[in-house]
């Protein structure tokens, strides 16, 4: 059975930095496209960022680049999420997504495998 599990969510505040992880089993992932997206209720699940089976493409979405940095140790099958200088407007479920073409990394439609989540609360 293919699991994604997320941790290292939490509370913080303003400025601060969390780090989230994702790990993978059931099956290995190493060519495959890893990426995190959010939600908060109400609105759409969205893209923040992701990562190529080589770890060398990266992408990131507006909100978050310059703040948040993905990376991936695919001999763990593990993937991270560096958020830094948090912002209250980061508060969200934080999903991992897995899927086996770069194209289109952004759109949340296009992924295989997802995570339960895990919750990011920013406090100002």
């Known amino acids: 059975q293919v699991q994604l599990v997320e941790s290292g969510g939490g509370l913080a505040q303003v400025g601060e930095s969390l780090s989230l992880s994702c790990a993978a089993s059931?099956?290995?992932?190493?060519?495959?496209?890893k990426a995190w997206f959010r939600q908060t209720p109400g609105k759409e699940r969205e893209f923040v960022a992701a990562v190529s089976g080589s770890g060398a493409l990266k992408s990131y979405a507006e909100s978050v680049k310059g703040r948040f940095t993905i990376s991936r140790d695919n001999a763990k099958n593990i993937v991270y999420l560096q958020m830094d200088s948090l912002k209250t407007e980061d508060t969200a479920v934080y999903y991992c997504?897995?899927?086996?073409?770069?194209?289109?990394?952004?759109?949340?439609?296009?992924?295989?495998?997802w995570g339960q989540g895990t919750q990011v609360t920013v406090s100002s």
């Open positions: 059931g099956r290995t992932f190493n060519n495959y496209v």
């Open positions: 997504a897995a899927k086996n073409d770069y194209r289109s990394a952004y759109d949340v439609a296009g992924y295989d495998y």
